[in-house]
């Protein structure tokens, strides 16, 4: 039995022992085609030389030194490099070790900013439902799906709710994506009103949903909406893009195809692409002006912010993606993928939608087209997926509870940066026999 407490206390996991491009590969020889990246990590793939050769080199230099004693090369270099590149007026970075953390220190930099600029009354953060924002108890707070905060809504802060952008089950059938938009928008601004302007101190969203919705898209000037709201009532806007950012949709920023810029940005998985753990916050200049101006510290640590080593691969991943110009073919091989699903799937009794950008893409999963009506949840059909797909020598990343917190399967798949028209290929036959499989069981 294994010492580790994984995941699963009652399921046995194979052992990765190599990694070539896009594949996994077992103890066994088995070779598994990363079709979602693990979770929208791997966008280099498993065996990128140049990033392994970028960590060995500081690991020779320097491995780690305490943030409260010293900078470091790696780390300035990696800040100067992401806000080059960010979207104007994100100007500082706040380094942490995975997605969870960088959303919890962008909710306490958003309130401290509350704080700092004499606002201390602003104390209400709002989310949306069917998000998924980390397991830290803040993050947990400002996440959206159900099965995650169940038992532990005691802990939890109160955030308020409103809903996603989930076109599919929740735009109506006589409503524009225009008008679709503006609904959300007028239902976030009502919760403002009813929460009091003066007391709400930050927005938080997923600017693609990541896991739980399985990337969904928000509506054309949803967020350009959102932001005016934001404005208008002295919000900071808040964008994790964990999952979502650093080139998955076809851009580096998502945010750059809504046309908006955030207060705060998230960003983790492919900053790193899974070399090193690795995570940021950046934050616009007036919330660093206003903490450096009042209290002059950042009221929030952890002891690996900054490590040299990961911060020596993020900044090898991100000079990878430009040089190669990879971003070009994640449109690319995006616009392909798109294809292929529909051509397999859009026919699929039992898939009801087919949604993403880029190489991030959900396929929704129905018991009738017609009507959209999920299946049961107690066949757990996201979990027989999981296992036929591995089966199959696919590695994806479906999911329950999309429609309603407890109902609703889809899957994720978000393969590597690097993956070539032939793998797409691979990886569409390998799920459509993966699915077939299951709904033929059951």
Same mark, same amino acid.
């Given at each position: 039995?294994?010492?580790?407490?994984? +995941?699963?206390?009652?399921?046995?996991?194979?052992?990765?022992?190599?990694?070539?491009?896009?594949?996994?590969?077992?103890?066994?020889?088995? +070779?598994?085609?990363?079709?979602?990246?693990?979770?929208?990590?791997?966008?280099?793939?498993?065996?990128?030389?140049?990033?392994?050769?970028?960590?060995?080199?500081?690991?020779?230099?320097?491995?780690?030194?305490?943030?409260?004693?010293?900078?470091?090369?790696?780390?300035?270099?990696?800040?100067? #490099?992401?806000?080059?590149?960010?979207?104007?007026?994100?100007?500082?970075?706040?380094?942490?070790?995975?997605?969870?953390?960088?959303?919890?220190?962008?909710?306490?930099?958003?309130?401290?900013?509350?704080?700092?600029?004499?606002?201390?009354?602003?104390?209400?953060?709002?989310?949306?439902?069917?998000?998924?924002?980390?397991?830290?108890?803040?993050?947990?707070?400002?996440?959206?799906?159900?099965?995650?905060?169940?038992?532990?809504?005691?802990?939890?802060?109160?955030?308020?709710?409103?809903?996603?952008?989930?076109?599919? +089950?929740?735009?109506?059938?006589?409503?524009?994506?225009?008008?679709?938009?503006?609904?959300?928008?007028?239902?976030?601004?009502?919760?403002?009103?009813?929460?009091?302007?003066?007391?709400?101190?930050?927005?938080?969203?997923?600017?693609?949903?990541?896991?739980?919705?399985?990337?969904?898209?928000?509506?054309?000037?949803?967020?350009?909406?959102?932001? #005016?709201?934001?404005? +208008?009532?002295?919000?900071?806007?808040?964008? #994790?893009?964990?999952?979502?950012?650093?080139?998955?949709?076809?851009?580096?920023?998502?945010?750059?195809?809504?046309?908006?810029?955030?207060?705060?940005?998230?960003?983790?998985?492919?900053?790193?692409?899974?070399?090193?753990?690795?995570?940021?916050?950046?934050?616009?200049?007036?919330?660093?002006?206003?903490?450096?101006?009042?209290?002059?510290?950042?009221?929030?640590?952890?002891?690996?912010?900054?490590?040299?080593?990961?911060?020596?691969?993020?900044?090898?991943?991100?000079?990878?993606?430009?040089?190669?110009?990879?971003?070009?073919?994640?449109?690319?091989?995006?616009?392909?993928?798109?294809?292929?699903?529909?051509?397999?799937?859009?026919?699929?009794?039992?898939?009801?939608?087919?949604?993403?950008?880029?190489?991030?893409?959900?396929?929704?999963?129905?018991?009738?087209?017609?009507?959209?009506?999920?299946?049961?949840?107690?066949?757990?059909?996201?979990?027989?997926?999981?296992?036929?797909?591995?089966?199959?020598?696919?590695?994806?990343?479906?999911?329950?509870?999309?429609?309603?917190?407890?109902?609703?399967?889809?899957?994720?798949?978000?393969?590597?940066?690097?993956?070539?028209?032939?793998?797409?290929?691979?990886?569409?036959?390998?799920?459509?026999?993966?699915?077939?499989?299951?709904?033929?069981?059951?």
């Amino acid at each position: 039995m294994s010492r580790i407490i994984h +995941r699963s206390l009652t399921h046995t996991y194979p052992r990765a022992v190599a990694g070539d491009g896009p594949y996994l590969i077992d103890s066994t020889g088995r +070779r598994y085609i990363d079709a979602s990246s693990g979770a929208a990590v791997s966008c280099l793939g498993h065996s990128d030389r140049e990033v392994i050769a970028a960590i060995k080199a500081q690991l020779d230099a320097l491995p780690y030194a305490h943030s409260s004693f010293f900078t470091t090369a790696p780390a300035e270099a990696l800040a100067e #490099d992401l806000v080059a590149h960010a979207p104007q007026g994100l100007e500082h970075v706040y380094f942490c070790c995975g997605g969870s953390e960088a959303v919890e220190a962008a909710i306490k930099f958003a309130r401290q900013y509350a704080v700092e600029s004499g606002q201390a009354g602003r104390d209400i953060l709002i989310a949306r439902r069917q998000s998924y924002h980390g397991s830290t108890l803040g993050a947990l707070s400002a996440g959206g799906r159900e099965s995650n905060r169940r038992g532990f809504e005691p802990l939890l802060a109160p955030v308020l709710h409103v809903s996603p952008c989930y076109d599919y +089950r929740e735009r109506g059938n006589d409503e524009t994506e225009e008008g679709y938009a503006r609904r959300l928008a007028a239902e976030f601004e009502a919760a403002v009103e009813h929460a009091g302007p003066q007391r709400v101190f930050a927005f938080i969203a997923e600017t693609v949903s990541g896991a739980t919705l399985g990337a969904t898209t928000p509506p054309p000037d949803y967020f350009r909406l959102i932001r #005016d709201i934001c404005d +208008r009532h002295g919000i900071l806007l808040i964008l #994790d893009e964990v999952m979502c950012g650093m080139g998955r949709t076809g851009t580096l920023w998502a945010c750059e195809q809504e046309g908006v810029v955030p207060d705060i940005a998230c960003i983790a998985k492919g900053l790193g692409a899974g070399y090193q753990p690795v995570g940021a916050t950046l934050c616009s200049g007036r919330v660093i002006d206003a903490v450096r101006s009042g209290s002059g510290a950042f009221a929030h640590s952890h002891t690996y912010i900054g490590h040299a080593a990961a911060c020596a691969g993020a900044l090898a991943v991100q000079q990878a993606i430009r040089d190669r110009d990879l971003l070009a073919q994640v449109r690319a091989r995006g616009a392909y993928f798109n294809q292929a699903l529909r051509q397999r799937f859009a026919a699929h009794p039992h898939v009801g939608n087919i949604r993403g950008r880029g190489l991030f893409w959900g396929v929704e999963l129905v018991a009738d087209r017609a009507t959209r009506e999920p299946f049961d949840p107690a066949l757990k059909l996201h979990a027989k997926l999981k296992a036929a797909a591995m089966a199959e020598g696919m590695l994806c990343y479906p999911m329950g509870g999309a429609a309603d917190g407890r109902c609703g399967d889809h899957v994720l798949l978000a393969p590597p940066f690097i993956v070539s028209e032939a793998q797409i290929d691979e990886i569409v036959d390998r799920l459509e026999r993966a699915l077939d499989a299951v709904i033929s069981s059951n």
